[in-house]
């Protein structure tokens, strides 16, 4: 059996059982919070564990990295949205240690890339055409120093309203635990 369906085996049992009332709540976030965090599959449950959230509390926005790559881009987009419509008073950026973002080689992608059938005509194009599919492809070299970059992106963003606080957190992909990088109720 694939994958797709083991999920909606599983999904018909859930349904039927109404496992989702425990779920219950509604589309705005109980802690008028917002977060942006990395998709690192350790994360999925720890991290709404370890900072004592539930469902219903706040918004996740997920990518690689836990970045802002491009001011117009749709997490910037999501951001806005969270706070001016569905309720968002603070943000929290949380990456974490030992993230896949982090050193990652945009050429190692695209020797992959043509491995799996994607052909050296097609990146020259892309290059061709000026798109800087290294700067596109690349993550960060410092985890600290990426986050204090997407605080200051979002905090400087001409639409985003400057009384939100912006958080900036690491958090540990094994304990849980988090630093803080970025307090958004400090000055500066
Ligand atoms: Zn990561």
């Known amino acids: ?44 449950e720890l991290l709404p564990k370890a900072m004592g959230l539930k469902n219903g509390d706040f918004k996740l926005i997920k990518n690689a990295g836990a970045l802002v790559t491009h001011q117009w881009g ?28 982090r050193a ?32 596109w492809l690349k993550g960060f070299d410092n985890v600290q120093d990426s986050v204090r970059h997407t605080v200051a992106t979002i905090r400087s963003h001409p639409l985003m309203p400057k009384d939100i606080p912006v958080h900036g957190l690491v958090i540990h992909p094994a304990t849980g635990a988090l630093d803080v990088i970025v307090d958004g109720n400090q000055p500066g």
């Not at 806005?80 to 603070?90: D, F, S």
């Not at 945009?106 to 800087?132: F, K, W």
């Open 74 to 101: 749709s997490v910037m987009r999501s951001l806005l949205v969270a706070v001016y419509e569905l309720r968002a008073e603070e943000i929290c950026i949380v990456a974490h240690h030992d993230c896949g973002m």
């Open 1 to 44: 059996m694939g994958l797709l369906n083991s999920l909606l085996e599983h999904n018909r049992a859930f349904v039927e059982a109404r496992e989702y009332e425990q779920f219950s709540t509604d589309k705005f976030p109980d802690k008028n919070l917002v977060v942006l965090s990395c998709m690192d599959a350790r994360l999925v």
């Open 104 to 135: 990652i080689d945009p050429n190692r992608i695209l020797d992959h890339a043509q491995e799996r059938g994607v052909s050296a005509d097609t990146i020259a194009t892309l290059r061709g055409a000026g798109i800087d599919l290294d700067a």
